[in-house]
């Protein structure tokens, strides 16, 4: 498994909590841990990258952006309509 930060220090917090050595989350409502603007994601198993060059190149791919103004697509002039025949028969019956 790859060193993850934010998946080390969520499993930390975790273990903490299970020992009784902290509370839970202080604004928790359900099961959801507090999140910092991260994105967990874990690579292993069978699927795993064979190489750190090959887990490199992917996260780049992944994690990239591009900036500029957004263009029309060709698409864009054709109205999009929809009518009840479009409709499953079932979603459209009411009791």
Sequence with gaps: MEDCHVFKTELARQLAIEK????????STGS????????SH???GSTSYSSKREYKKVEREVCSTSQGAA???KWSQHKIEFSESDHLRIAMSRP
């Design 20 to 27: 009784g050595k902290q509370r839970e989350y202080k604004n």
């Design 71 to 73: 263009t029309k697509m």
């Design 32 to 39: 959801f841990p507090d999140f910092d603007l991260h994105v």
């Design 42 to 44: 874990i690579f292993g």
